[in-house]
């Protein structure tokens, strides 16, 4: 059987690149798909070039569309991230990938599971999706793209889910 490829947030396949320097290992993903997937690892923080650690981001709206800003600074990111983010879609695209698995709650992966805040960084009740994450929803419409909250869902796209049983 031919595998998958699968495009997954870096910290998720325990690379440690979270703001703080940690990972967020998923090792059921690993268990559940190692025969059945190839992982393409993906990490728009560090990949754009920000190190870890880092300034810790969250997404405010604004008249401009949603920001991504640095929570102490205020400082707006949202033009360096989406300059890779156009780049790397393109790339991620000529890979034919079949799916995404996003980290959930982060400020770039988030899958409408993300905080929210208003141009003065007050928190708003509405969760909303990472500024990567949006752009793979709108850039591969038709794939699969989940997070590690709900795997039997995403399997089930992928048509790999069997009962909780492997394949
Ligand atoms: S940007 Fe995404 S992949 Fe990178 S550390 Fe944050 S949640 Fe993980």
Redesign the pocket.
């Known amino acids: 059987m031919k595998k998958l490829k699968i495009c997954v947030?870096?910290?998720l396949l325990g690379f440690k690149?979270?703001y703080d320097g940690t990972s967020d290992f998923f090792t059921e993903l690993v268990e559940r798909l190692k025969d059945k997937a190839d992982f393409i690892p993906?990490?728009?923080?560090?990949e754009s070039g920000l190190p870890v650690p880092r300034d810790k981001m969250h997404l405010r709206t604004s008249s401009r569309g949603t920001r991504l800003v640095k929570v102490e600074t205020g400082e707006d990111m949202t033009g360096f991230l989406d300059r890779w983010v156009d780049v790397k879609l393109e790339q991620l695209a000529e890979r034919n990938p079949d799916g995404f698995l996003l980290?959930s709650r982060?400020p770039?992966?988030g899958l409408n599971s993300t905080k929210f805040h208003n141009p003065a960084g007050k928190l708003l009740p509405q969760k909303t999706s990472g500024i990567f994450a949006a752009a793979v929803r709108r850039r591969f419409p038709s794939l699969p793209v989940g997070d590690e909250t709900d795997l039997e869902t995403f399997l089930g796209k992928l048509g790999l889910r069997d009962n909780g049983k492997n394949r």
């Open positions: 947030s870096a910290c690149y979270r993906v990490c728009p923080e560090v980290h982060s770039c992966c």
